[in-house]
């Protein structure tokens, strides 16, 4: 099956700094990505879709300019938290669009990174 | 914008039995995708089955088997000879058949922490 994968697993960082997240597709191209958050016990919220070539689009709430996605190939997408805070401690994963139609095609989970700010 | 509804925390069953999860949801759209994924304690989101909504039949996968009720917006996820390794978080996820622009991200229910008793 498709394999998506995500570095760190889990990282630890003073506030105030910044973390990139690198979700990668390991054996398939996706021009789609998504990025999820999950609190703890909580379900997951979708953040935002990164587009291969073209700017992400994120959901509501969800502030662009602290999460800076960049979807720069068809393998690599990454979310940098900018200037983390301790409320930005979570679960982020990610999922990639497995290739063909958006009709049959699934989505493929990564194994999350958990973000601790101190 | 859509919902999903999973009205069950938790849900225990003894080993060998069979549990049924619920799911509701809502939406305007007449055509989208359904899904059961199931979250071990690993964080590993892993797709268990997925359906679609202009199928009539319902979707099988092995153990899995799901009763779609379109007119009463119900996926509920039946688990036959339930296994100790069935043990996990499991969400229900909504798909809209648009693509970009977000739109076919899922949307989670809150979960149902299955319990399997030995």
């Known amino acids: 099956g498709a394999v998506v994968s995500q570095h760190p697993s889990r990282v630890i960082c003073k506030s105030g700094t910044s973390v990139k997240i690198e979700c990668r597709s390991l054996d398939f191209q996706a021009t789609t990505m998504f990025w999820y958050r999950q609190f703890p016990k909580q379900s997951l919220m979708l953040m935002a879709t990164s587009n291969e070539g073209s700017k992400a689009t994120y959901e509501q709430g969800v502030e662009k300019d602290k999460f800076l996605i960049n979807h720069a190939s068809l393998t690599l997408s990454t979310l940098t938290v900018t200037s983390a805070h301790p409320e930005d401690s979570s679960f982020y994963i990610c999922?990639?669009?497995?290739?063909?139609?958006?009709?049959?095609?699934?989505?493929?989970f990564g194994p999350g990174t958990r973000l601790t700010v101190l | 914008a859509q919902t999903v509804t999973q009205s069950q925390p938790e849900m225990s069953v003894q080993e060998a039995e069979t549990v049924t999860l619920s799911c509701t949801y809502d939406t305007s759209e007449s055509d989208y995708y359904l899904f059961w994924y199931k979250q071990p304690p690993s964080r590993q989101m892993i797709l268990v089955i997925r359906q679609e909504a202009y199928k009539q039949q319902n979707a099988t996968e092995n153990r899995f088997s799901v009763n779609f009720q379109k007119a009463a917006k119900s996926f509920s996820l039946k688990i036959s000879d339930s296994q100790l390794g069935d043990a996990a978080m499991y969400f229900c996820a909504y798909r809209s058949p648009y693509s970009g622009g977000g739109a076919d991200g899922l949307t989670f229910g809150k979960g149902t922490h299955l319990i399997i008793q030995p």
């Open positions: 999922s990639a669009r497995s290739p063909g139609t958006s009709v049959n095609n699934t989505q493929y």
